[in-house]
């Protein structure tokens, strides 16, 4: 079974700076099956990147994916209010149908 | 809308039951896989299970045995049969849909649709 390692555990930047955020498996992954997730306080994660780079609809710009095989990064260029929260990346796959997650990344206001 | 909203949760004590369930709308739920999601207050995410647009169902190690997925498609409905819960169930159990399957093939897809997550309390 793949682990996911996101590193740091917290990230303290404040708006208008870049965040980096990585994600490394155990083993290779194939990059059409990974996923970031963004969640804030008491609501439902979000899909913000899948196949590693591509934009979930509506997810702004300044947010984008890369990576290959066990190491993966989620870059926030401009840090804007809302984008403090907790960032999970995930392998994701269909047969079978399952979803292993990072432990997160919290980005929080310094 | 497409949406997802689950409903069951509560309080029950160690060693009992508790079926979740999650009412889809919005888009043809007979055609997606369907996940549960669980995250204990304060932690990460963990994938609990998963059933397949055949009714094939899938478990984590942590739960399979224990945990029974089911979905009733002309009720575009999924289920969650726990039973044996322990204190280490506790969390919120979120529902989300996930890749997209025609008669022919599937299009591996990440979980693009969350429900709002209802809470699970296994305490004495």
């Known amino acids: 079974e793949i682990v996911l390692t996101q590193s740091p555990g917290t990230l303290s930047l404040s708006p208008g700076e870049r965040a980096t955020l990585s994600c490394r498996a155990s083993?290779?992954?194939?990059?059409?099956?990974l996923a970031w997730y963004q969640q804030k306080p008491g609501q439902a994660p979000r899909l913000l990147i899948s196949?590693?780079?591509s934009r979930a609809t509506g997810i702004p710009d300044r947010f984008s994916g890369s990576g290959s095989g066990t190491d993966f990064t989620l870059t926030i260029s401009r840090l804007e209010p809302e984008d403090f929260a907790v960032y999970y990346c995930q392998q994701y796959g269909s047969s079978p149908p399952r979803g292993t997650f990072g432990q997160g990344t919290k980005v929080e206001i310094k | 809308e497409v949406q997802l909203v689950e409903s069951g949760g509560g309080l029950v004590h160690p060693g009992g039951s508790l079926t979740l369930s999650c009412a889809a709308s919005g888009f043809t739920f007979s055609s997606h896989d369907i996940h549960w999601v669980r995250q204990p207050t304060g932690e990460g995410l963990e994938w609990v299970s998963a059933i397949g647009t055949a009714g094939d169902p899938y478990y984590s190690d942590s739960v399979e045995g224990r945990f029974t997925i089911s979905r009733e498609n002309d009720k575009n409905s999924l289920y969650l049969q726990m039973n044996s819960l322990r204190a280490g169930d506790t969390a919120v159990y979120y529902c989300?849909?996930?890749?997209?399957?025609?008669?022919?093939?599937?299009?591996?897809?990440?979980?693009?649709?969350w429900g709002q997550g209802t809470m699970v309390i296994v305490s004495s």
């Open positions: 989300a849909r996930g890749t997209y399957c025609t008669t022919t093939s599937c299009n591996n897809a990440p979980f693009d649709i």
């Open positions: 083993q290779s992954v194939n990059s059409s099956s």
């Open positions: 196949g590693a780079s």
